[in-house]
């Protein structure tokens, strides 16, 4: 009888756990957080193929900085496809460049979301390929919300789609769960490893980070030198930033402490878009945060 | 605003929601997708950390390995090492004889492109692999099958960046050069707050900057002569 019992138990637990599971990848909701996260993602996507036409000849076609040949070798070991291989000819990378423009545009607009969104990122995945060198942080955070938004119903609000009735309007969906939850894990994979990769550091442990963060010429964009001067202040800021990233994925989840870990990752992305030189990433990454903002909504509560 | 369903319409609620809901026979494919995409998310986080000049972790070896097409393919091959371990110096590339020096933050505007030269720059000294090895390094093999595919790359990298580089001034009409432009790896390194604060330093002088050396032999903390630049208190072109 016991024996029965305890093999009880770990079915109903499994039943139990599974049922969560389902609940929380595919409880329906709306797509209003979704919808804002999709109008930022394709407006930086459009952003970051104008800025890739400016060089045009710089990145892509005979003249680029990274030939055929360097590319071949660069991706001689991984999957890495495109057909952006650096046989390109210009037009066609120019063309590429417009069309990933213009579904960025779109994106952001909100038109025909359900094809422009993975155009969108696909697009960009592309080039992304192509100028694997090239790239930073910014782009891996395009790349996933573009990737997730493409799952999810994000044009079912605030969007032309919506506004012309191509959709129907704001439903509960699935849809918009699932992208949301793998949203969030994925966010919660990034800090967890970025943490602890600064946690290998010596830097981040005597407090010195921020001073040397302040003291690169190269990504600084507004001289905050005068750090030096309040030693134990830079340290503050080095331990908190370490210790919240570590934290952030178990604290972001109760609702007593995310508010507090969310006010914190607005300040420290602020503080990285206004004076470390990357306005984009740190942009993003806020963006990519309202993925855990909850609005109130009478049709449902997903705020578990 | 969106227009919301009234909680007074239960019917309609109730029709909305069943719209919304996912099909229960498609829900356990769907976890099982979303189980192995987020394996391939931690694949090469777990991977790159796990490594050591002993081993990498062989579970994530082959966790990273059996996902590799699906992580690579799908851009999550990324170890989230943000200003990690340490923040530390930044790296410029610079052409033999010539007063150019990318990134640059007036040649490339705006502040995206300057980025992306800079990641360029970064990558290109990351990639760096020296003109000949020590003599008690040449005893491994395989170090120096590694060293030899390593400097097959640098070298073609090299090549290609001067190449672009040559060909676009020859087609603005600068005729500055006629033979492939030689590039220079330059490091800026990291200033303490005392020299800083005290005024001994001043970032973005290019008299810090340090000319890194193709072979074994030590840097050299002299660009001027190098890039053909005046030796100035002032930041390069």
Not at chain 1, 135 to 154: E, K, P, T
Not at chain 1, 202 to 229: C, K
Request: charged residues 20%; hydrophobic residues 45%; aromatic residues 14%.
């Amino acid at each position: 009888m016991r024996g029965f019992g305890i093999g009880r138990f770990f079915v109903d637990s499994i039943k139990e756990f599974w049922g969560s599971l389902e609940t929380f990848f595919f409880r329906p909701s709306g797509a209003e957080v979704l919808a804002w996260i999709r109008i930022a993602t394709g407006a930086m996507i459009a952003y970051i193929h104008l800025v890739w036409l400016l060089r045009l000849e710089s990145f892509f076609g005979p003249r680029a900085l990274l030939d055929y040949e360097s590319l071949s070798m660069l991706h001689r070991n991984v999957w890495k496809w495109t057909y952006l291989d650096g046989r390109e000819s210009l037009w066609l990378a120019c063309l590429h460049e417009v069309l990933a423009l213009g579904a960025g545009l779109a994106m952001a607009l909100g038109l025909w979301t359900r094809w422009t969104v993975p155009a969108a990122w696909f697009l960009t995945l592309m080039t992304a390929h192509r100028l694997a060198p090239f790239l930073f942080g910014l782009d891996q955070i395009v790349l996933m919300l573009a990737m997730y938004l493409s799952v999810s119903r994000c044009g079912d609000a605030w969007s032309l789609d919506q506004r012309f009735g191509i959709v129907q309007g704001p439903v509960l969906h699935w849809q918009n769960t699932f992208a949301t939850r793998l949203i969030q894990l994925h966010l919660c994979v990034i800090y967890f490893f970025g943490g602890l990769g600064k946690a290998r550091g010596w830097m981040w442990w005597d407090g010195t980070a921020m001073w040397y963060a302040a003291a690169s010429y190269e990504y600084q964009s507004l001289d905050w030198t005068w750090i030096g001067r309040y030693a134990t202040l830079g340290s503050i800021l080095t331990h908190g930033t370490l210790f919240w990233e570590i934290a952030y994925a178990a604290l972001v989840w109760p609702r007593l402490t995310r508010p507090w870990i969310l006010a914190i990752a607005f300040f420290v992305h602020a503080g990285i878009a206004l004076f470390m030189g990357m306005i984009t990433f740190g942009l993003m990454m806020l963006v990519a945060n309202l993925a855990f903002v909850r609005l109130p909504d009478p049709r449902c509560d997903t705020s578990s | 605003m969106p227009p919301r369903i009234e909680k007074s319409e239960p019917a309609a609620r109730v029709e909305h929601e069943s719209r919304g809901q996912c099909k229960a026979a498609y829900r356990k494919w769907l976890l099982g997708f979303a189980i192995f995409h987020l394996l391939a998310v931690v694949a090469e986080p777990l991977f790159f950390y796990s490594r050591s000049d002993v081993q990498a972790g062989p579970e994530f070896l082959a966790l990273r390995r059996g996902l590799g097409p699906y992580v690579d393919w799908m851009y999550l091959d990324h170890g989230y090492f943000f200003f990690a371990p340490n923040p530390g110096p930044s790296h410029l590339v610079g052409i033999r004889d010539q007063s150019v020096v990318f990134p640059d933050r007036k040649e490339q505007w705006p502040r995206l492109l300057y980025h992306r030269y800079f990641m360029l720059s970064e990558f290109y000294n990351n990639s760096f692999a020296p003109t000949a090895l020590d003599p008690q390094d040449m005893t491994d093999k395989l170090f120096v099958a590694r060293w030899e595919e390593d400097r097959r790359f640098y070298q073609t990298l090299q090549r290609s960046i001067s190449k672009s580089i040559q060909s676009q001034w020859n087609t603005r009409g600068d005729d500055r050069i006629e033979s492939l432009p030689e590039l220079v790896r330059l490091e800026r390194p990291l200033p303490g707050p005392l020299e800083v604060l005290s005024g001994a330093k001043r970032l973005g002088d290019s008299r810090d900057l340090i000319v890194l050396p193709e072979g074994p032999e030590s840097p050299s903390t002299q660009p001027g002569p190098v890039l053909g630049i005046p030796i100035q208190g002032v930041p390069l072109p």
